[in-house]
């Protein structure tokens, strides 16, 4: 049933009616409120259609929501306590007047120069065994090479004359 079709009017009968009517009266009143009760029907089930579809509707969008302001609030939790860990300039200032606690971070800080000092030079080192000409080993042995040709060079040079 569509919107622009009229309802079918609703059918009364009194009590007196229904005694003084005719049995063919009483069939095409009974038809015409059958007709009444199924236009009924479909309009709520239409309208009960539309409700259920618009409630889906609903209840997505507030889904959404809900998990946008989850995930909203997970974002401000993570920047409040990132917030909360990190140090005022005060605590800092008076971590630092703490003799104590002052000589123990110039300790720290002499080891880990030590330690940055003691991995380059095992860098160095690493890199000096690879022989490349650019190399520190590679260049003694070139030195070395060059020495020895110089050496026999002189010596046949030595014994010509």
Do not use: C, H
């Not at 005022?88 to 003799?99: E, G, I, K």
């Not at 330690?115 to 690493?126: C, F, V």
């Amino acid at each position: 049933m569509t919107n622009e079709e009229p309802l079918p009017k609703k059918v009364r009968l009194s009590e007196t009616d229904f005694k003084g009517m005719a049995r063919d009266e009483l069939i095409l009143r009974w038809k015409q409120y059958e007709a009444y009760v199924q236009a009924l029907e479909g309009k709520y089930t239409d309208l009960n259609s539309n409700d259920v579809t618009g409630l889906r509707e609903s209840e997505e969008k507030l889904k959404q929501q809900q998990q946008e302001s989850a995930r909203r609030e997970n974002i401000l939790v993570i920047q409040y306590l990132k917030q909360v860990q990190q140090p005022s300039v005060a605590q800092l200032r008076s971590t630092m007047l703490d003799p104590a606690i002052n000589l123990f971070f110039l300790k720290m800080k002499g080891e880990l120069e030590q330690t940055k000092d003691k991995l380059e030079q095992a860098q160095n080192e690493l890199s000096a065994w690879k022989f490349t000409p650019d190399s520190q080993t590679g260049e003694k042995l070139m030195f070395a090479q060059y020495s020895s040709f110089l050496s026999l060079k002189v010596g046949l040079i030595d014994g010509v004359l």
